[in-house]
């Protein structure tokens, strides 16, 4: 057994605090991914050109974007800028036993698929926090994750 077995689960305001901070990374990775688009775009089809810019692929590529920093944040230490702030560490559950605490990919993906329904269903998934019995949140729930206090260095 791991010592992330005993440590608490984080609150829904810590949590929403983290997000806060890993809005303002998600602005500045939103803005460099779509000028990026909007570059590859004009070397290719030039300024002249109506319709939305890059289509399709990139509408679906800018979510996939956001998705793929909280998963590769997620898997190498369990924590984003704001999540390492406000001292958070997301923990997978069903691999604690075995000695893992690290999330696999299938988790984050999961979890990131189901955060954002959590949070426009008025928020929801976060005051499940509340009714649960060992403090997760909806989507920590179906995930198979948790998101842990960490101790003060």
């Known amino acids: 057994m791991t010592d992330h077995l005993a440590r608490p689960s984080a609150g829904p305001l810590r949590r929403l605090a983290a997000l806060v901070y890993d809005l303002l990374l ?3 990775i939103s803005i460099g991914y779509w000028m990026a ?11 002249d050109h109506s319709g ?19 998963c590769i944040f997620w898997r ?26 690290v999330p696999s990919w299938q988790q984050c993906l ?4 189901v955060a954002p329904l959590a949070i426009a269903a008025a928020g ?16 920590d729930r179906l995930s198979g ?7 003060r260095d």
Not at 76 to 101: F, H, N, P
């Open 110 to 113: 999961l979890r990131c698929l």
């Open 145 to 151: 994750t948790r998101v842990i206090l960490v101790a």
């Open 37 to 47: 688009v909007v570059g590859i775009h004009a070397l290719f089809f030039g300024t």
């Open 52 to 70: 939305p810019v890059g289509g399709v692929p990139a509408q679906l590529g800018w979510p996939a974007t956001l998705m793929l920093f909280y």
């Open 76 to 101: 190498r230490g369990g924590q984003t800028l704001g999540m390492r702030a406000w001292r958070l560490q997301l923990v997978s559950d069903s691999r604690e036993e075995a000695g893992k605490s």
């Open 26 to 28: 998600l602005v500045a």
């Open 124 to 139: 929801i998934g976060y005051w499940w926090c509340f009714i649960d019995s060992r403090g997760r949140s909806l989507h």
